[in-house]
Structures are given as C-alpha cells and as structure tokens.
Nanobody, 120 residues
C-alpha cells in the first residue's frame, strides 16, 4: 500500500495551491487521512485530518485558510490552501490509516513529501 502526493510548488504570498494524495494497493478501507508538514529546522506538525465520515480537524495556524477533503471512491485526500503565507513554507506529507487484507488493525502509511514554497 502506498500514498502518492502531488501538487506542491512555488506560490506568492496570498496565493492558492491544491495538494492531492492518492492511496494505491490492496486496500480494504481507509480510516483517517491527513496532511502534516515540516518546515526547515522544525518538527513535523499536523495540518489537517479528516475521518472516513468527513469530520475534520485543523491546526489553529491554518483554520479558515486551508480545507481538507477526500474522495472515498478514489482513495484520495486533498488539501486546498488559500491565503498562503511565507510561514506555510514546508514539506507537506500525507498520512493515512489503511485496512488491508489479512491484517488485523489498520496500518499507518506516509507519502513522500511535496515541497510548498511561499515566496515573492
């Protein structure tokens, strides 16, 4: 089971960007999916999480600017980012708890990071 993230890039302050992360492999179901980020010299932090039922949780620093969503039919999670600030610059990682055949509890998977740079 793998997660493949895409959509990073360079954007000016105030701009928008959309990240996508698709899960692939032998998947029974996907529970929580989320986005985390790690800025240079800092620890990885939660950005937003969405449950299989659509409930969401956001870091205070992104509330009102970022929106997480998912398409369960496509096993994909999205992060729509707006009003971007230089302090949003980081490597963004997707994460998911995935149920796979013949394994009891869901397994946790991380995607490779995608770099978001907010700079003028």
């Amino acid at each position: 089971v793998q997660l493949q993230a895409s959509g990073g890039g360079v954007v000016q302050p105030g701009g928008s960007l959309r990240l996508s992360c698709a899960a692939s492999g032998n998947i029974v179901s996907i529970n929580d999916m989320g986005w985390y980020r790690q800025a240079p010299g800092k620890e990885r932090e939660m950005v937003a999480v969405i449950t299989s039922g659509g409930s969401t949780n956001y870091a205070d620093s992104v509330k009102g600017r970022f929106t997480i969503s998912r398409d369960n039919a496509k096993d994909t999670v999205y992060l729509q980012m707006a009003s971007l600030k230089p302090e949003d610059t980081a490597v963004y990682y997707c994460n998911a708890w995935i149920s796979v055949p013949l394994v009891g509890p869901p397994v946790n998977r991380w995607g490779r990071g995608t770099l978001v740079t907010v700079s003028s």
